[in-house]
């Protein structure tokens, strides 16, 4: 005896489509993978310019670690802040005016025995290496770490 075929005997299995591919991808997406390649293009120029900039601070700091006196270090200061800011500005600034100068453009504070280096020892014999350790240190800090604002009277003014 035969059963009568039911209902659930003429089902078929379900078919389940093929996954949707990765690519192409949609247009948003598109425009998203655009935006995040400009941007890190855009980073990588402002990294690659911020690295030139800085090469003066990269020979001044390789070319302090050869000096060995007072005289040497002011002149390596002299040209190191002559690569930043006008001729004008670092040539009219002496003694004190040059060390203040030089103070106020960084944030590191100068020491007495550095100063006196500064304005005196460049004159004086040869020190020992001991008596400029404290000046090396100084002029490492400010190599790193200066920051010139151009002063007022020197910008362009829009007077008509």
């Not at 035969?2 to 005997?9: K, Y």
């Not at 006196?69 to 004008?88: D, H, Q, Y």
């Not at 009219?92 to 453009?105: F, N, P, S, V």
């Not at 770490?145 to 003014?157: D, G, K, L």
Request: with cysteine; hydrophobic share 45%; aromatic share 8%.
């Amino acid at each position: 005896m035969t059963e009568p075929p039911t209902s659930l005997d003429r089902l078929n299995d379900l078919v389940v489509p093929p996954p949707a591919p990765w690519w192409p991808l949609a247009p948003g997406w598109n425009i998203v993978l655009v935006a995040a390649l400009l941007t890190l293009l855009a980073f990588l120029y402002r990294a690659f310019k911020h690295w030139r900039a800085n090469a003066y601070r990269r020979a001044a700091l390789h070319e302090l670690a050869t000096l060995d006196s007072p005289t040497e270090i002011a002149a390596l200061l002299r040209r190191t802040a002559l690569a930043i800011a006008p001729r004008e500005i670092v040539a009219e600034k002496t003694g004190t005016a040059w060390l203040d100068w030089l103070t106020a453009l960084c944030n590191e504070p100068m020491l007495p025995t550095v100063r006196q280096q500064l304005t005196d020892a460049v004159y004086a014999p040869t020190s020992s290496e001991n008596s400029i350790t404290d000046l090396r240190d100084y002029a490492t800090c400010w190599i790193a770490r200066h920051r010139f604002v151009e002063p007022p009277e020197t910008q362009p003014s829009l007077k008509c």
